[in-house]
């Protein structure tokens, strides 16, 4: 029986080994719900990641949804992750809208920037659709999600 109570402790701690830590005292189902209802559609992805590696500590969205490659609005594709990837080492804040369809009748908004009063994380955020609103926008949004469940500090 010890054997099996020490394995299962090994196996606790190696799980909580690989859980991420930047987000402690926050509820990351209360994140996702505030997130879900300042933002929340099936074409959202939000990552939140580590300044400087850039590592995703937490993720919004699908799989499908947030590895999509998608117009990035200057001319070039990318996906949400190279944008959680260019905040992390630079930490400017992108705001940015553009067509994400032919026709126009589809578009793409990316918000992204360092979370505020949390030096060690930032954020990256892409929807698209036919009634996305814009980047600056999205991030506003976001702003607010973050402060209810108490990422941001106040």
């Known amino acids: 029986m010890s054997g099996r109570l ?11 080994a690989c ?7 926050v509820d ?13 559609d099936p074409g959202t992805c939000v990552l939140i990641g580590e300044a400087g590696s850039g590592d995703t500590v937490h993720r919004f969205g699908s799989n499908v949804t947030c590895g999509r490659v998608l117009p990035a609005c200057d ?3 990318r996906t949400l992750e190279d944008l959680l990837n260019i905040t992390a080492k630079g ?10 369809s032919p026709d126009g009748g589809r578009t793409v908004a990316w918000a ?3 979370i505020e009063t949390r030096d060690e994380l930032v954020y990256a ?3 698209e659709g036919p009634n996305t609103p814009p980047g600056v926008v999205i991030a506003d949004k976001l702003k607010t999600a973050f402060e ?4 941001i500090r106040r």
């Open 6 to 16: 020490a394995l299962a402790a090994a196996l606790a701690l190696s799980l909580s």
């Open 19 to 25: 859980s991420p830590s930047a987000l402690k005292g």
């Open 28 to 40: 990351t189902g209360a994140l996702d719900a505030a997130i879900n209802a300042t933002i929340g």
């Open 75 to 77: 001319g070039a594709t």
């Open 91 to 100: 930490r400017q804040a992108v705001n940015a809208s553009c067509a994400s």
């Open 112 to 114: 992204a920037g360092p």
């Open 125 to 127: 955020a892409a929807m």
């Open 148 to 151: 209810k469940v108490g990422l």
